[in-house]
């Protein structure tokens, strides 16, 4: 390197190139020396460096330029345009002012070229002939103002670039008081881009807020002047009914008290604001809603605590407002069910699941009523679980009425298990649904065991078919039924029962199952057993030494009738009736022993119907001096049947009608033929048999008691044999009557009937 930037001899230099010169002239080389511009003067067309002061070779790195032209000295000044600019003041003789001029100088021997900024003039020199023959370089680094300034412009460009690209709104406004200091206005310096459709303010810039918005409520300055005054920042909310706008607004003074100057960051909330409103309304709306209908609801958040309770929770429980929330309401509930009730929430609202708890809760007077509590988890439009939502409804008189249910029902129950009588429930199809003791010991069976019965499984299967039949009928007709039937116990023992069966129907009067009333009859049916024996063998040994006494009747009777005894014939012959009755009576009860035990024979055959009744009517006549036999037949049919079975019907008809009619004198006996079949009826005109007697009489041993009655003979078995005989050839035997004035009984069979 050339000894350019050599330590600098200039002040030396100065002093020495000076040293003739006047005083005037020393301080004037004092001034240029140390004054804090840079001064330096230029001479001839090369621009020849004659003097720099101290601050010039600051300037230029204190190097070594004296006697040297402006481009040897500082050749990085070349094209900068500096040596154009000199040549012209040389040339014009006009001074050239420079401002803020960028010019790069390297400072040392080592470094780069460094911007500088310099605000200069170049002043030409003259001679005494007044000739430019210098320039005077004069002028101030400003480097430093410069880049302070560009530091700063910089900045705020950062700034406005920051405040432009957030989405708030952004303004500087300065206010403006009156003379009382009042804040009246505001104008607004700056504003950000977002400004305007954030506020609906168009160029608001350089404009005063009331210039843009004459009604502007005075509350807006209150509170900037507030800001502006005192220096404390403020964040709130509010409103502008000239804007129609709602603003959430963080304003902060800038600058410094006396600027009155505020910065403020805002957001337009009106949207939100208008959402909100609707939410309040809606909820208002709700929480209207729900106070107004006539049970409790509740709302839990996330956690189980209770946010919400309506009006009826107050109005019904002890708790006082808002006293309910979070977990209060458990204070209502009874003690002995609150950690029940507490789980239960807590696994719902772990769980996401709906649950129903029932308990007691404490009233207005104190008093603990049974409620149920209903919730169901709620969820956002996203599916998150937001909390329950429920409802509590008054269950009291239904609990109360449970509970007397359930202590009649163990009564009941304990009354049914200790009944005399076995009762059970079966549904329709027979299975078992309910036995009492009773019924599982008559059946003999544990009582568990008739969970997996059926009453088919227990019945005997000779009375199957027959109890199936009446159980169909009894639900199709709606009625009770009576059945004795035996059972098949596991002991391998038959048990006979007596069933009374009724169906038990819904409030719609729909058949829903059977119950049977059952008492076991065994003992009954034994002596019944044994009773009919005895009457078949009583009955038939007495036949043969009946039937004797009636031969030797009438074998005396002839006798005696022969040799003219008449008195002694006719009471042979009066004998002789008496022993025909008991015959009839030992037939009946031969019958009867015969019927039960499925042993009455029918000899069927074709013969002529009127014929009989004829042939029993003569019979009958013969028998009788009191009533007078009359007849109404109508065309004779041949019918196929048993003969003198339907002789022993007809007869006992006969009979019947003359001796219940003792003071009348006639009896009518009739025949019809109706369609397929020919109808027999005798009519007599006495006793009669009272309404609700008159379906019985065909039972066995039914006898109509009355004070008359009680004084005919008989054992009530002839119309039950006839009943069973008419059944059997496929007839049908019923009897009209009025009590007191006559009887009417009849029976039709089948003219063609296909023979067994
Ligand atoms: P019995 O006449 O032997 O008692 P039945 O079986 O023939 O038995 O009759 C049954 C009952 O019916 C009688 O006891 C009587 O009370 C009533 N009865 C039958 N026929 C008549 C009738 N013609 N008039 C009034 N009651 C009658």
């Known amino acids: 390197m050339p000894n350019q930037f050599k330590k600098s001899q200039t002040q030396t230099s100065i002093s020495s190139t000076y040293t003739s010169s006047s005083k005037n002239e020393i ?78 100088l390297q400072k040392t021997s080592t470094s780069q070229p460094e911007k500088t900024y310099v605000n200069f003039i170049y002043q030409p020199l003259r001679n005494e002939s007044d000739e430019i023959n210098g320039i005077l370089v004069h002028g101030i680094d400003v480097t430093e103002q410069v ?76 509170t900037y002047g507030q800001v502006a005054l005192t220096g404390k920042p403020l964040r709130f909310m509010n409103g502008s009914d000239v804007m129609k706008r709602w603003f959430d607004v963080f304003a902060t003074q800038v600058g410094g008290k006396k600027s009155r100057k505020v910065a403020l960051l805002f957001r337009d909330i009106t949207a939100q604001r208008a959402r909100e409103k609707e939410l309040i309304e809606s909820e208002e709306y709700f929480r209207q809603m729900a106070d107004t209908v006539p049970i409790v609801i509740w709302i839990t958040d996330v956690i189980g605590n209770c946010t919400y309770m309506n009006k009826q929770w107050y109005e019904h429980t002890c708790q006082k407002k808002k006293a309910a929330l979070k977990s209060g309401w458990l204070d209502a509930t009874h003690p002995d069910d609150v950690l029940h009730v507490k789980k239960t929430f807590q696994t719902a609202t772990k769980n996401h699941k709906p649950f129903s708890v029932e308990y007691r809760l404490q009233a207005k007077d104190g008093s603990y009523r049974w409620v149920i509590d209903s919730g169901s988890p709620k969820f956002d439009n996203d599916g998150n679980f937001e909390g329950l939502i429920g409802t509590v409804i008054d269950i009291h008189a239904r609990k109360l009425t449970e509970e007397a249910l359930q202590k009649n029902e163990l009564h009941l129950h304990a009354m049914i298990n200790q009944a005399m009588v076995g009762i059970a429930q079966a549904d329709l199809n027979g299975k078992y649904t309910f036995v009492n003791d009773r019924y599982a010991e008559i059946v003999g069976r544990d009582k568990a065991e008739f969970l997996n019965l059926n009453k088919r499984d227990i019945a005997h299967r000779d009375d199957l078919q027959h109890n199936l039949e009446l159980i169909k009928k009894s639900i199709e007709d709606g009625t009770d039924f009576v059945i004795e039937k035996c059972h098949v116990r596991p002991d391998k023992k038959d048990v006979w029962v007596s069933n009374h069966v009724s169906l038990i129907r819904d409030r719609f009067g729909k058949s829903q199952s059977m119950l049977v009333v059952s008492v076991d009859i065994t003992d009954r049916k034994n002596l019944e057993e044994q009773k009919d024996n005895f009457l078949g063998i009583a009955s038939h040994e007495l036949k043969t030494p009946v039937t004797s006494i009636k031969a030797y009747c009438q074998v005396l009777e002839m006798m005696f009738r022969k040799r003219g005894d008449i008195k002694a014939a006719d009471q042979l012959k009066k004998m002789d009736l008496q022993v025909d009755k008991l015959t009839y009576l030992i037939g009946d009860l031969l019958d009867v022993t015969k019927i039960q035990a499925g042993k009455l024979q029918l000899v069927e055959e074709y013969f002529d119907f009127n014929e009989l009744v004829n042939e029993v009517s003569e019979e009958i006549q013969r028998t009788t001096d009191t009533h007078k036999i009359i007849k109404k037949l109508s065309i004779s049919k041949s ?82 044999i006839s009943s069973d005989i008419i059944k059997r050839e496929g007839g049908k035997i019923w009897v009209e009557s009025d009590e007191g004035k006559g009887s009417t009984f009849y029976f039709s069979l089948p003219i063609k009937k296909i023979p067994n």
């Open 27 to 104: 301080d004037f080389i004092g001034v240029f020396e140390q004054a804090p511009a840079f001064m330096a003067t230029l001479r001839g067309k090369n621009h020849v460096f004659e003097l720099a002061n101290k601050a010039y070779f600051q300037l230029v790195g204190h190097r070594d330029i004296i006697g040297k032209p402006v481009l040897e000295a500082l050749p990085e000044v070349e094209n900068q345009g500096f040596t154009e600019f000199l040549d012209d003041v040389l040339k014009t003789g006009k001074p050239y002012i420079g401002t803020e001029v960028e010019i790069f």
């Open 639 to 720: 019918i196929f049947c048993d003969r003198e079975r339907t002789a022993q019907v007809i007869t006992n008809f006969m009979t019947n009608a003359i001796k219940y009619s003792p003071e009348a004198d006639k009896i009518i006996v009739s025949t019809k033929v109706k369609k397929s079949e020919v109808i027999l009826s005798v009519q007599d005109f006495g006793v009669g048999i009272p309404k609700g007697k008159q379906d019985k009489v065909f039972l066995q041993f039914f006898r109509v008691s009355g004070s008359k009655q009680d004084t005919f003979p008989g054992l009530g078995l002839g119309l039950f």
């Open 147 to 222: 880049l302070a300034r560009e530091k700063i412009k910089e900045s705020e460009e950062e700034y406005r670039i920051l405040f432009n690209s957030i989405d708030q709104g952004f303004c500087i406004i300065e206010m403006i008081f009156d003379k009382k200091n009042k804040p009246v206005d505001y104008k607004f310096l700056e504003v950000n881009k977002v400004f305007e459709e954030q506020t609906g303010l168009v160029n608001p810039t350089g404009k005063t807020a009331l210039e843009l918005l004459p009604n502007l409520e005075s509350h807006w300055f209150e």
